[in-house]
């Protein structure tokens, strides 16, 4: 099992940058494809981006590609998001999702489903 904890949310005003992280503790970090999703008020989760178990493989959401950057650091066992022109609309809950993967490297998943862990999530607050 791993545990999962985000930290780095907050509020911010629109065009502002923000860097989120998700520590992981517990089974071997890189035996895990890593996720964010994120939820807002009275929405769906939905996907935002997801790293492959090396990092060699991403995979974004079109409303944040170009403007979010998702990487990890096994040594540190932290995935993080990097935020940047950040909008109003990107104002929600983030949540750091983890799924054991002992076999492909290359393999993401924008599928809720398809990930075993989750953190408690950070919220993020865009101002316009």
């Known amino acids: 099992q791993v545990q999962l904890v985000e930290s780095g949310g907050g509020l911010v005003q629109a065009g502002d940058s923000l860097r989120l992280s998700c520590a992981a503790s517990g089974r071997t970090f890189s035996t895990y494809t890593m996720g964010w999703f994120r939820q807002a008020p009275g929405k769906e989760r939905e996907f935002v981006a997801a790293i492959s178990r090396y990092g060699g493989s991403t995979d974004y959401a079109g409303s944040v590609k170009g403007r979010f950057t998702i990487s990890r650091d096994n040594a540190k066992n932290t995935v993080y998001l990097q935020m940047s022109s950040l909008k109003p609309e990107d104002t929600a809950n983030y949540y750091c999702?983890?799924?054991?993967?002992?076999?492909?490297?290359?393999?993401?998943?924008?599928?809720?489903?398809?990930?075993?862990?989750w953190g408690q999530g950070t919220q993020v607050t865009v101002s316009s």
């Open positions: 999702a983890a799924r054991f993967n002992s076999g492909d490297s290359d393999y993401v998943s924008r599928i809720i489903n398809r990930y075993d862990y």
